[in-house]
């Protein structure tokens, strides 16, 4: 529930200012990848596969759930790659989390951005495949800068809010 509710959910940054207006700057990204990767750290790395598999399986299936919709044409768009790369990405980051003392705030930071890497590489990876056989009007260099390189930095930004997020929710859930 929570990658689909975080997949809904637009995302900013809070900047507090001096004189007191607060500025809120929204970010061109969704709550999404975050929201998996708290799932891997808060649950564990099973359970968080778990999720990954239900929430692609009602994307595909059953619900239009993903950025662009859902159902079993999503399989040859290119978002398809960055969804598959869910999956490794909530394993190896929920993995990492796991260890012993490696739970810090700079620790879960880090391997939300680990994560987002790994996420990043499948859905390049799935790109340069798909162009290679012609599957999209577009070429490869087009969709890396319109799918990873341009949302890049803000999902870079959510990656620290998925720190905050995983370490307050392992402190209240586990102690």
């Known amino acids: 529930m ?14 507090p200012s001096i004189g007191g207006t607060n500025n809120v700057i929204a970010l061109p990204s969704t709550w999404q990848i975050p929201s998996l990767l708290v799932c891997g750290f808060v649950c564990g790395s099973k359970p968080g596969s778990i999720s990954v598999i239900a929430y692609l399986i009602i994307g595909l299936f ?3 759930v993903f950025h662009g919709g859902g159902s079993t044409g999503y399989l040859l768009t290119p978002d398809m790659g960055y969804l598959f790369g869910f999956l490794p990405a909530v394993w190896v980051s929920g993995r990492l989390s796991e260890q012993k003392g490696k739970d810090s705030l700079i620790h879960l930071t880090l391997y939300s951005l680990f994560g987002l890497g790994i996420i990043h590489i499948v859905g ?5 495949l798909g162009s290679l056989i012609s599957l999209w009007p577009r070429n490869a260099i087009e969709l890396i800068f319109s799918y990873s390189i341009a949302p890049l930095p803000s999902q870079a930004i959510l990656c620290a809010g ?8 392992r402190l209240l859930l586990f102690k």
């Open 62 to 64: 059953y619900l239009p």
């Open 124 to 128: 390049i990876v799935h790109i340069i």
């Open 162 to 169: 998925a720190g905050i997020s995983s370490k307050f929710l």
């Open 2 to 15: 929570m990658i689909l509710i975080g997949a809904l959910a637009p995302s900013g940054v809070f900047i």
